[in-house]
């Protein structure tokens, strides 16, 4: 074992402070990275202020990583020291079962290992994220990031673009499609982003006028306030599909019947109460209501080659890891565009704390 620093809560109302804690030696299908840069998502808050059940503390959350290769096993054949590596949300999983088998780990049926907050099979307790000065991974689970993207820009794609680019190429998006975003936050900007280099045409629903401008710098077509009423019934029955990134409660029937015939609509935020569905809003034109979560390794990897092909990474705003409560008030307020990263290098400034 070797020792890493870190910040972590220690329970649901205390601030994320330094924390020293072991990370395992490498084996021999492991990858040592040391963490350059970290993304900070809505569901890292939801986790260390126990809004969502089963915190395990002391909680270090992150899930977007990207860093530097310091470390191989020796049966490591994809990476090798001095690579630029990228972590997501999956650390491991059972591998056997049928969704593992397909390449679908994020649905693995025994239950997937998370980056932060699941069972540490190695060294018992549980795993600790990215806010940390390094991680060891299985080389299963470590990716690529295109040497043409920016690696702090990049590191939100390890879930703020993998969670939309999954649905938007599972359900069809593309030219001659009409695709609907919803909300313009974190997954909303890349979801504009995404659906736009895969050729579809694309609205943006915000209920920010403001928004709208930053809709088509992205890439949106068009823009919608969803607040007004006769702009929401002039876009009924027009969308192939609508991706709705929105986490707080909202109204979904409005949305759903803006879907043609057959059409769907994948919800990807996480609202903390139930969304209300009207059956006839599905039933009279067939219509789906679906869900999906992140992706699996292999088509976060596609989704990596595919930005790196069209150099798209996220609109970021680059903080110290101290001022990481600073960000979590301001991503409460949607005050970000979009997505906060730390450089894990302010890490070095912190003093560690006990283990």
């Known amino acids: 074992m070797f020792s890493c620093v870190g910040f972590a809560a220690e329970d649901p109302t205390k601030p994320l402070l330094p924390y020293s804690f072991n990370r395992r030696d490498p084996g021999p299908e492991?990858?040592?990275i040391e963490i350059l840069y970290c993304g900070v998502c809505h569901s890292d808050l939801h986790t260390v202020r126990s809004e969502w059940p089963g915190t395990l503390y002391p909680c270090i959350p992150g899930h977007e990583i990207v860093g530097r290769v310091i470390a191989v096993g020796d049966q490591v054949r994809r990476f090798k020291a001095g690579d630029l590596a990228a972590v997501g949300c999956l650390v491991d999983s059972c591998r056997t079962c049928p969704s593992c088998r397909e390449?679908?780990?994020?649905?693995?049926?025994?239950?997937?290992?998370?980056?932060?907050?699941?069972?540490?099979?190695?060294?018992g307790g549980h795993t600790f994220g990215g806010y940390s000065s390094h991680i060891v991974v299985t080389q299963d689970f470590v990716l690529r990031v295109p040497d043409n993207l920016d690696p702090a820009a990049a590191a939100p794609l390890l879930c703020a673009g993998i969670t939309t680019y999954s649905p938007l190429k599972r359900w069809g998006a593309g030219p001659g499609k009409r695709v609907g975003v919803v909300g313009l936050g974190g997954l909303g900007h890349m979801a504009v982003k995404l659906a736009h280099a895969m050729g579809a045409e694309v609205t943006l629903f915000t209920t920010s006028p403001s928004k709208i401008a930053d809709g088509h710098r992205l890439g949106a077509d068009a823009g919608v306030l969803s607040t007004d009423p006769a702009a929401m019934k002039a876009q009924a029955s027009r969308f192939d599909l609508i991706i709705d990134t929105v986490a707080a409660p909202h109204d979904i029937n409005a949305y759903l019947g803006l879907l043609k015939r057959d059409a769907t609509l994948v919800q990807v935020g996480a609202p903390d109460k139930p969304l209300p569905v009207n059956v006839f809003s599905l039933i009279m034109s067939r219509r789906n209501f679906a869900g999906s979560l992140i992706?699996?390794?292999?088509?976060t990897q596609e989704m990596l080659d595919f930005c790196g092909a069209h150099n798209i990474t996220a609109d970021i705003e680059i903080i110290p890891i101290q001022q990481i409560e600073e960000a979590y008030v301001r991503m409460v307020k949607s005050a970000v565009k979009y997505r906060f990263v730390i450089d894990m290098g302010s890490l070095k400034g912190a003093a560690a704390g006990r283990p």
């Open 295 to 299: 992706g699996g390794i292999r088509e």
């Open 103 to 123: 390449g679908l780990e994020q649905y693995c049926e025994t239950g997937f290992v998370a980056t932060y907050n699941g069972p540490d099979k190695v060294l």
């Open 30 to 32: 492991d990858v040592a």
